[in-house]
């Protein structure tokens, strides 16, 4: 693993897949031109519409995401997280996807997200995930790489669940990725701590791309996109408009927090 910058790409995607996709790439070359290798797009970056919507449309949705991270990792020979995309399985519903793919345009890991946001939240926006998403059944995996480090997947609602995180670190994560398109009204009082939070307690970097803005009706996302070291400190965030949260990712600044405070060695329970 060597010194990179990482970027994480904040959108305000909409019920238009190709508008997504090119504003996705604009986005891309913008973090490309300032230096990043790993570039990290958010939960729903394709699409962000009505879930009927989203189920019909998830074959042309899945199909054209996943071209357009293997386009895009080797046009811009960057390694790729798309931070979430809905897959089509046999029960009519869908997974929610992340995948990275190498600047190679190979996939080399994929998780579908586990833990399925139903809420009803005090603003009056009632959210039931599970109506059309179907849960992952296994855990993320840690991808290991000699350039960009051991990577950990995860997806928005994940990072209320702190057990998954140290699942990640018990595998030897250096990097946990929290792709969101996290709630305005809850964005705002628990995004940044939950970051901080896995941060902290797995001494790990967080990269955290994230949707911004108003998307349809009245869906709105928090933004804040943000990469985390693994001391807790926010080294980028992008604000509340479309943009990218760029900083480094280095394994010195790992391996001094780490001896600093080397909480991972001093578990009692697995």
Known sequence: MKPYLAAAIQMTSVPDLAKNLAEAEELIDLAVRQGAELVALPENFPFLGEE??????AEEISSASQKF??????????????????????????????VIVEPSGVEVARYNKVHLFDVNLPDGNTYQESSTVEAGDRLPAVYPSETWGNLGLSVCYDVRFPE??????RQGAHVLFVPAAFTAYTGKDHWQILLQARAIE???????????????G????????AIVDPWGMILADAGDKPGVAIA???PSRLEQVRRQ????EHRVFA
């Open 218 to 225: 009245r869906r709105q996302s928090h933004g804040h996109a």
């Open 69 to 98: 991270l293997k386009t895009m990792a080797q046009r811009y020979q960057v390694a790729l997280l798309g931070g979430g995309f809905p897959v089509p399985v046999e029960t009519g519903k869908v997974l929610n996807t992340a």
């Open 164 to 169: 998954l995180y140290r699942h990640l670190s």
């Open 261 to 264: 405070m080397p909480s991972l």
């Open 248 to 250: 480094e990712i280095n």
């Open 52 to 57: 009927e919507e989203k189920v019909a449309r």
């Open 202 to 216: 797995n001494t790990c970097y967080v990269v955290a791309p994230a949707q911004t803005g108003r998307h349809y």
